[in-house]
């Protein structure tokens, strides 16, 4: 009859630190799904001021150069 108890059984180091390695494979995983996402907790996205939208509309050709200069002006007194 054989026991499972000498050096180099499957229950001896050997399973502990493949154990051992696969939980840092999982943490290493986790952390960095975690990091790359975006936004994280807490943080809210880069807002476009009111200037960057009043010039995206004058880009599209929502408004024209009159309306954009009054807008303009009327932002920088703000």
Do not use: C, H
């Amino acid at each position: 009859m054989m026991w499972w108890y000498g050096p180099g059984d499957w229950m001896g180091g050997g399973f502990i630190f493949m154990l051992f390695f696969w939980v840092l494979i999982i943490i290493a995983v986790v952390y960095l799904v975690r990091n790359t996402s975006s936004p994280r907790r807490g943080e809210t996205p880069m807002e476009k001021t009111p200037l960057q939208i009043l010039q995206e509309r004058y880009a599209k050709g929502e408004i024209d150069k009159k309306e954009y200069e009054e807008k303009k002006k009327e932002l920088q007194i703000a």
